[in-house]
């Protein structure tokens, strides 16, 4: 069981807005704002989107959010299109020194 | 460019031991926290540990006792050394930098990956 909560799948319309939630402790999202959002593509390895809560590393599109609110972080992905298909997964700093990792998500474009 | 090439992996027995490298170049490596993280098959990602830029490790739960973090400046190398491997090792290896370029804690660049594969 991973220590951030994600649900499993998401699915949306080319176009449309989908939001990847991920839930964590006081001692984690909570805590600080080390939240952190990769995307990975199937065979490849994980890519950093979203850094710091909110921000985007360079070359990455502004139509990937990130928020916080108490415990729970998200993922806003705008304007979904057919290569947003991918696991998502959010990550955070814990007190004491680990890195936590949500289960994954899922996206479809339907 | 940046560039972080895993090697070492394999497969071996349950109990064994085995070494992962992670040869870095492109960036000052002496200056960067490095990380290692593993993807089981068809599962997610999961942290096992890291070196800081001065040489402290935290090490995951699972890899506490039987694996090791290291790192070796003068040659832009990373080191996993894993020992008394179980099944549940078995998966996907990415050394990854850690907080260089975008923030404390982000994982800003990983290395294609090593499968380690633990089977009787």
């Known amino acids: 069981q991973s220590a951030l909560t994600q649900p499993a799948s998401v699915s949306g319309s080319p176009g449309q807005s989908i939001t990847v939630s991920c839930t964590g402790t006081s001692s984690d999202i909570g805590a600080d704002n080390y939240v952190s959002w990769y995307q990975q593509h199937p065979g490849k390895a994980p890519k950093l989107i979203i850094y710091a809560v909110t921000n985007r590393p360079s070359g990455v599109s502004n139509r990937f959010s990130g928020s916080k609110a108490g415990n729970t972080a998200s993922l806003t992905i705008s304007g979904l299109r057919a290569e947003d298909e991918a696991d998502y997964y959010c990550?955070?700093?814990?007190?004491?020194?680990?890195?936590?990792f949500g289960g994954g998500t899922e996206l479809t474009v339907l | 460019e940046v560039h972080l090439v895993e090697s070492g992996g394999g497969l071996v027995k349950p109990g064994e031991s085995l070494r992962l490298s992670c040869a870095a170049s492109g960036f000052t490596f002496s200056n960067a926290w490095m990380t290692w993280v593993r993807q089981a098959p068809g599962k997610g990602l999961e942290w096992v540990g890291r070196v800081s830029a001065g040489g402290t490790t935290d090490h995951a739960a699972p890899a506490k006792g039987r694996f090791t973090i290291s790192r070796d400046d003068s040659k832009n190398t990373l080191h996993l050394q894993m020992s008394s491997l179980e099944t549940d090792d078995t998966g996907v290896y990415y050394c990854?930098?850690?907080?260089?370029?975008?923030?404390?804690?982000?994982?800003?660049?990983w290395g294609q990956g090593s499968l380690v594969t633990v089977s009787s």
């Open positions: 990550s955070s700093y814990r007190r004491g020194g680990n890195l936590v």
């Open positions: 990854v930098r850690e907080g260089y370029n975008y923030g404390y804690h982000s994982l800003d660049f």
